[in-house]
């Protein structure tokens, strides 16, 4: 069972920037894809990013592309998202997953094995 634990989540004023981070409790972290969603109040979740397994592929979804930046360190077993240029309407609950399956799962939720409690990150205008 791997255990995913996000945090850096908090409250920031429109135009700053947050770093999310994910630490996982698998020592095979280095072979799992890893993902950011997000939740807003009264939303069903939705993708953010995905990074394969090595950090050599990433894709981001189109409302944070330019904003957002996935990225991983295989040697602490951390996932993170770096966001900039904030917007009111990133306001969620932040959640990563772990997906035992290849880079393709992109943001199709059944296919991650693994997900963290969440993070809120709320954005004032």
């Known amino acids: 069972q791997v255990q995913l634990v996000e945090s850096g989540g908090g409250l920031v004023q429109a135009g700053g920037s947050l770093r999310l981070s994910c630490v996982a409790s698998?020592?095979?972290?280095?072979?799992?894809?890893m993902g950011w969603f997000r939740q807003a109040p009264g939303k069903e979740r939705e993708f953010v990013a995905v990074?394969?397994?090595?950090?050599?592929?990433?894709i981001h979804d189109d409302s944070v592309k330019g904003r957002f930046t996935i990225s991983r360190d295989n040697a602490k077993n951390t996932v993170y998202l770096q966001m900039n240029s904030l917007k009111p309407e990133d306001t969620a609950v932040y959640y990563c997953a772990a997906s035992r399956s290849d880079f393709r799962v992109r943001g199709e939720e059944d296919r991650y094995d693994y997900w963290g409690q969440g993070t809120q990150v709320t954005v004032s205008s």
């Open positions: 990074i394969s397994s090595s950090g050599r592929s990433s």
């Open positions: 698998e020592r095979t972290f280095s072979i799992l894809t």
